[in-house]
């Protein structure tokens, strides 16, 4: 959740305002955890494919090699995740079903450049691999956001576009964003949520939402529709410096993670039967069954130069049996785009700061 006293309210915007706003609103989405693109399209020049969607992202936001073409800014953490035993009878993964599962993660910036200052976005990300005792992994990716802007591969790579820098220019066309979110009425929600959002002062202080729909799949076969997310359990009240200077996010983590391990609840959401769960776009009514499926426990950080979640692809379909895809396309075009960039930067290693004299 947003930390109220970070930053204080505002009035209403101008129209003026809001119309910058609008403007400054792709380059939040630009660097969001979805980015998307058909599996498979590479051979077919009418689709988008993979690395179409990577090279815009390269376009909007510069190449930093080594990094993540989005979310390039980040910090590993580790720890384990405690299973409460309430999702057993929907799954048979056995994260739910053993008492601790060892967890590798990485909180980000939403931004596709490294060095960005942390109050730039008011998103934050997390993203966490589990390693089941049976060697299996569940990977996921979250963001603090409750839905996503739009929800077809098409549509995101059309906002990428639209942010584009005019050849003739050398800058976005600023009319181009507000006419692309015109054009995308199922975007209204999130744009409700991001005229209110504020830079939290922590990644400690943040709920993070899986938004697109999976099912879990009990011993017998049954499915249920669900989406998840974590929560952050009440901090002990230790007192942590206030935001100073561009990194202050990572400071905090380390400052509270000095003093004790930090706690979210693993809240897994119960679709009804006619609840979307092919678009990421539509949140579910507040009234669903929600599951505490357990705590997850941050014990740790490390530098993602050379931490271990740096060679982590958060690819959100390797999953565990037990638990299973949806029909989502935003689900099999995060996967594509995802190894597209993978591959990119785990050939540009050696270029990482952490590999040389001095940063960049």
């Avoid at 119309?19 to 693109?37: D, E, K, S, W």
């Avoid at 815009?56 to 990094?67: A, C, M, Q, S, T």
């Avoid at 357990?294 to 999953?319: A, W």
Wanted: glycine share 6%; charged share 15%; aromatic share 8%.
């Amino acid at each position: 959740m947003v930390d109220p006293s970070f930053e204080p309210s505002r009035p209403p915007l101008s129209a003026a305002s809001l119309a910058l706003r609008l403007t400054g609103i792709a380059v939040i989405v630009a660097a969001l955890a979805g980015t998307f693109a058909y599996v498979n399209g590479t051979l077919d020049p009418q689709r988008l494919t993979p690395n179409a969607l990577v090279n815009v992202l390269e376009k909007n936001n510069g190449v930093h090699p080594g990094f993540r073409r989005n979310h390039s800014k980040g910090v590993c953490v580790a720890g384990y995740f405690q299973s409460s035993g309430e999702a057993r009878p929907y799954s048979s993964a056995q994260v739910f079903l053993e008492a601790r599962t060892p967890v590798v993660g990485r909180f980000a910036l939403p931004s596709g450049n490294p060095y960005a200052p942390d109050n730039s976005v008011p998103i934050r990300s997390l993203a966490l691999r589990f390693t089941q005792a049976n060697g299996q992994q569940w990977r996921t990716g979250m963001n603090s956001m409750p839905v996503f802007p739009v929800g077809t591969p098409e549509a995101f790579y059309q906002l990428q576009q639209a942010q584009s820098p005019d050849p003739a220019t050398g800058k976005p066309n600023p009319a181009a964003v507000p006419a692309f979110f015109a054009a995308h009425p199922e975007a209204k929600p999130f744009l409700q949520w991001i005229k209110t959002a504020r830079p939290s002062a922590s990644y400690a202080t943040e709920t993070y939402n899986g938004i697109n729909a999976f099912y879990l799949v009990n011993p017998a076969g049954q499915r249920q529709a669900v989406r998840w997310g974590v929560v952050p359990v009440a901090s002990d009240g230790t007192d942590v410096t206030p935001p100073q200077g561009a990194d202050f996010l990572e400071q905090d983590l380390v400052k509270r993670l000095a003093a004790g391990p930090l706690r979210w609840q693993l809240n897994i959401t119960l679709a009804n039967p006619g609840d979307p769960v092919n678009d990421a776009s539509k949140a579910w009514p507040e009234d669903r069954t929600v599951l505490n499926a357990g705590t997850l426990v941050l014990e740790r950080t490390q530098s993602q130069d050379d931490g271990e979640c740096r060679d982590i692809n958060y690819d959100p379909l390797i999953l565990p049996s037990g638990i299973e895809g949806s029909d989502d396309p935003l689900l099999a075009a995060r996967s594509a785009a995802y190894a597209s960039s993978y591959l990119r930067r785990t050939s540009e290693v050696s270029q990482l700061p952490a590999n040389q004299e001095s940063r960049p």
